[in-house]
T-cell receptor, first 113, second 115 residues
Framework: GENVEQHPSTLSVQEGDSAVIKCTYS??????FPWYKQELGKGPQLIID?????GEKKDQRIAVTLNKTAKHFSLHITETQPEDSAVYFC????????????FGTGTRLLVSP | AAGVIQSPRHLIKEKRETATLKCYPI?????VYWYQQGPGQDPQFLIS???????DKGSIPDRFSAQQFSDYHSELNMSSLELGDSALYFC??????????????FGPGTRLTVL
């Protein structure tokens, strides 16, 4: 089945720096790659997603890139702020139709003022 | 905008007891997914429903069952609870029938503690 690896597990940056989180997936049939932000005690919140027919997508300070050949996708956060501190999960969908999510193991991002 | 509603938010049970978790999807959403998240872990897919029919099944124990009702809300029934069932349980909803949208929107979760 699908396997999603995520690195790093923890990431500490200074406010204003950029943060990059990387994921790889195993199933070449995967075609949808969302990123979720999870704050303590809350449910995962979608922050950006990308489909397999697109190589890059940007939304203000957040961008995601996808390399289908390498089965690799990354989250880029620029001008980080303390409120960006949270656990970030990448995910990939497998199967057709109802596409359950397979999550990476998460990255704890800490942005220091 | 309306979000996914889950109830209860917190639940404490004894071993071998039964628990029922409820999920109310975003209005018009027809697909519900259940995920289990252990402490410090990523969410793991349990089961999903589309138009009241089970659409996929993951690592859900036989002690658990779920269903989706005519109003699209879903319930996860957990019997013979074990200590290892203590976790956050998330419901996510998605609108499948009208578009090719893939986005799953997550609820706030139910924290189940088994003593």
């Amino acid at each position: 089945g699908e396997n999603v690896e995520q690195h790093p597990s923890t990431l500490s940056v200074q406010e204003g720096d950029s943060a990059v989180i990387k994921c790889t997936y195993s199933d070449s049939a995967s075609n949808y790659f969302p990123w979720y932000k999870q704050e303590l005690g809350k449910g995962p919140q979608l922050i950006i997603d990308i489909r397999s027919n697109v190589g890059e997508k940007k939304d203000q300070r957040i961008a995601v890139t996808l390399n289908k050949t390498a089965k690799h996708f990354s989250l880029h956060i620029t001008e980080t702020q303390p409120e960006d501190s949270a656990v970030y999960f990448c995910a990939a969908t497998i199967g057709t139709g109802f596409q359950k999510l397979v999550f990476g193991t998460g990255t704890r991002l800490l942005v220091s003022p | 905008a309306a979000g996914v509603i889950q109830s209860p938010r917190h639940l404490i049970k004894e071993k071998r007891e039964t628990a029922t978790l409820k999920c109310y999807p975003i209005p018009r959403h027809d697909t519900v997914y259940w995920y289990q998240q252990g402490p410090g872990q990523d969410p793991q897919f349990l089961i999903s429903f589309y138009e009241k029919m089970q659409s996929d099944k993951g690592s859900i124990p036989d002690r658990f069952s779920a269903q989706q009702f005519s109003d699209y809300h879903s319930e996860l029934n957990m019997s013979s609870l074990e200590l290892g069932d203590s976790a956050l349980y998330f419901c996510a909803s998605r609108l499948t029938r009208e578009t090719i949208a893939d986005t799953q929107y997550f609820g706030p979760g139910t924290r189940l503690t088994v003593l």
